[in-house]
C-alpha cells in the first residue's frame, strides 16, 4: 500500500485486458477477422478470447489506453506512484486485470458492475499484422458516484497529476470535470490525451467542456488535424494546430498550457503559452531505432505519455520529460504489445536508443 501521502499519479480511462497471441490465417477465417484491423466484438466473437487463453500461449496485459500510460508512469516512477480507476465487471478477467496491474506496480480502484463483463481485446499477430478484436462492456459502466465516494475521493485529493485518457468522454464526463475542478481549484497538474480522431469528430462538445482544464494536452499528428478539422481551423498544419491548442481558454492560469503532437518518426512538437499569450513551439527530434529491432508499434503514444508524465510527476523540465517520453516508447516497441522489458532499464540521456 502506498504511504499516507497517497499516490502521486492518478489516471482514469477505460480498462481492457488485452488478451494478445501469435495465430494464423485459420483462426482468423474462423471468427470472421481480418489480418489488420480493429473492429468492436459481436456475437460472433466471443469464444475468441478464451481460444486465446487456452491454446495460444496467450500474452495478458492490463490495456486501455490510460492503462498502459499508467503502467509506463510506474515503469520510471518509484514504487506507489500510479492510482488507476476505470470500471470492470465481476470475473476472472477483472481479477487478471487487477492482478496485472499489481505486477506492475500500479495500484487499482476499480468499480465493479454487476451486469456487464469485464472489457477485453483479442489480439492476434500474424507476422507484422495485428487484428485487434473489443469488448467494450464494463468499462463503458464508469459512474462519477464512484469517484466521490470518500475513501476514493481521499486519494483524488492526495493526488498532485491527473492523467485523463480521451475515450473516457464517450463514458463520464462529469468524472472527468471534477477531476479537472479539483486541478484548477488545487494548481494541480491535469494531463488529456485526444486518444483517438473519433473523439474531437464524434464527441467534440464533451471533449470542448473539459479542455479549459488542461495543463497538457496530447493527441498525435492525425487527432490534431482531425481537432482542426472539427473547429474549422482551416489548417493541416501540425505547428500551428499546437499552437491553437495550446492558446484554447483555461481555467487555472496559474499554469501556462503545454500542447504536445507525436508524429511518429518525425519531431514531436510542443507548444507553450508564454505570459505574452503567444505560443513558443519546440520539436524535439526521435531517436530512431533499427527497423529489426521492432516488435509491435501498438501503444507507442501512451507509453510516450507515460515517460512524459513520470519526468512531470518529478519535476523535470519539459525537455528532461520529452527525453524519458520518446526513451519509454522506445523500449515499449521492442515488446510485444504495449508492455516494458523486465528486468527494468534504468533511463539515462546516454541510452535513449
Given at each position: 500500500?502506498?504511504?499516507?501521502?497517497?499516490?502521486?499519479?492518478?489516471?482514469?480511462?477505460?480498462?481492457?485486458?488485452?488478451?494478445?497471441?501469435?495465430?494464423?490465417?485459420?483462426?482468423?477465417?474462423?471468427?470472421?477477422?481480418?489480418?489488420?484491423?480493429?473492429?468492436?466484438?459481436?456475437?460472433?466473437?466471443?469464444?475468441?478470447?478464451?481460444?486465446?487463453?487456452?491454446?495460444?500461449?496467450?500474452?495478458?496485459?492490463?490495456?486501455?489506453?490510460?492503462?498502459?500510460?499508467?503502467?509506463?508512469?510506474?515503469?520510471?516512477?518509484?514504487?506507489?506512484?500510479?492510482?488507476?480507476?476505470?470500471?470492470?465487471?465481476?470475473?476472472?478477467?477483472?481479477?487478471?486485470?487487477?492482478?496485472?496491474?499489481?505486477?506492475?506496480?500500479?495500484?487499482?480502484?476499480?468499480?465493479?458492475?454487476?451486469?456487464?463483463?469485464?472489457?477485453?481485446?483479442?489480439?492476434?499477430?500474424?507476422?507484422?499484422?495485428?487484428?485487434?478484436?473489443?469488448?467494450?462492456?464494463?468499462?463503458?459502466?464508469?459512474?462519477?458516484?464512484?469517484?466521490?465516494?470518500?475513501?476514493?475521493?481521499?486519494?483524488?485529493?492526495?493526488?498532485?497529476?491527473?492523467?485523463?485518457?480521451?475515450?473516457?468522454?464517450?463514458?463520464?464526463?462529469?468524472?472527468?470535470?471534477?477531476?479537472?475542478?479539483?486541478?484548477?481549484?488545487?494548481?494541480?497538474?491535469?494531463?488529456?490525451?485526444?486518444?483517438?480522431?473519433?473523439?474531437?469528430?464524434?464527441?467534440?462538445?464533451?471533449?470542448?467542456?473539459?479542455?479549459?482544464?488542461?495543463?497538457?494536452?496530447?493527441?498525435?499528428?492525425?487527432?490534431?488535424?482531425?481537432?482542426?478539422?472539427?473547429?474549422?481551423?482551416?489548417?493541416?498544419?501540425?505547428?500551428?494546430?499546437?499552437?491553437?491548442?495550446?492558446?484554447?481558454?483555461k481555467k487555472n492560469t496559474?499554469?501556462?498550457?503545454?500542447?504536445?503532437?507525436?508524429?511518429?518518426?518525425?519531431?514531436?512538437?510542443?507548444?507553450?503559452?508564454?505570459?505574452?499569450?503567444?505560443?513558443?513551439?519546440?520539436e524535439f527530434s526521435v531517436?530512431?531505432?533499427?527497423?529489426?529491432?521492432?516488435?509491435?508499434?501498438?501503444?507507442?503514444?501512451?507509453?510516450?505519455?507515460?515517460?512524459?508524465?513520470?519526468?512531470?510527476?518529478?519535476?523535470?523540465?519539459?525537455?528532461?520529460?520529452?527525453?524519458?517520453?520518446?526513451?519509454?516508447?522506445?523500449?515499449?516497441?521492442?515488446e510485444l504489445g504495449p508492455?516494458?522489458?523486465?528486468?527494468?532499464?534504468?533511463?539515462?540521456?546516454?541510452?535513449?536508443?
Open positions: 500500500m502506498a504511504a499516507a501521502k497517497g499516490y502521486p499519479f492518478l489516471c482514469l480511462e477505460n480498462p481492457l485486458l488485452d488478451i494478445q497471441a501469435v495465430g494464423d490465417a485459420a483462426l482468423l477465417q474462423k471468427y470472421g477477422l481480418k489480418d489488420n484491423d480493429a473492429i468492436l466484438a459481436e456475437e460472433k466473437h466471443m469464444g475468441l478470447y478464451e481460444e486465446l487463453l487456452q491454446n495460444h500461449d496467450a500474452k495478458l496485459i492490463a490495456g486501455g489506453a490510460a492503462q498502459n500510460t499508467a503502467r509506463g508512469a510506474q515503469y520510471i516512477l518509484p514504487d506507489n506512484s500510479v492510482l488507476y480507476i476505470g470500471c470492470v465487471g465481476r470475473d476472472k478477467y477483472a481479477d487478471i486485470l487487477k492482478e496485472t496491474c499489481t505486477k506492475a506496480g500500479v495500484h487499482t480502484e476499480y468499480r465493479v458492475d454487476d451486469v456487464q463483463p469485464t472489457g477485453k481485446c483479442g489480439v492476434i499477430i500474424t507476422g507484422h499484422n495485428r487484428s485487434m478484436c473489443t469488448h467494450l462492456a464494463a468499462a463503458n459502466e464508469y459512474k462519477i458516484e464512484h469517484l466521490k465516494q470518500p475513501h476514493i475521493w481521499s486519494l483524488v485529493e492526495k493526488a498532485q497529476v491527473y492523467y485523463i485518457g480521451g475515450y473516457h468522454l464517450t463514458v463520464c464526463v462529469p468524472a472527468i470535470q471534477a477531476l479537472g475542478e479539483e486541478a484548477a481549484a488545487k494548481n494541480k497538474i491535469f494531463m488529456l490525451s485526444l486518444s483517438a480522431p473519433f473523439i474531437p469528430e464524434f464527441f467534440k462538445d464533451q471533449l470542448d467542456s473539459v479542455l479549459p482544464y488542461t495543463d497538457y494536452t496530447f493527441c498525435n499528428e492525425t487527432e490534431a488535424r482531425a481537432y482542426s478539422k472539427s473547429h474549422e481551423w482551416g489548417t493541416e498544419d501540425v505547428v500551428e494546430i499546437a499552437k491553437k491548442l495550446a492558446k484554447l481558454p496559474n499554469r501556462p498550457r503545454v500542447a504536445i503532437v507525436t508524429q511518429g518518426t518525425l519531431p514531436t512538437v510542443a507548444a507553450t503559452v508564454k505570459p505574452n499569450g503567444e505560443a513558443e513551439v519546440k531517436v530512431e531505432i533499427p527497423k529489426d529491432s521492432i516488435n509491435d508499434t501498438n501503444g507507442a503514444g501512451d507509453a510516450f505519455a507515460g515517460g512524459f508524465s513520470a519526468g512531470i510527476v518529478q519535476g523535470k523540465s519539459l525537455e528532461e520529460s520529452m527525453e524519458l517520453g520518446q526513451w519509454l516508447a522506445s523500449l515499449s516497441i521492442q508492455s516494458f522489458p523486465f528486468p527494468k532499464k534504468t533511463f539515462t540521456s546516454s541510452n535513449r536508443s
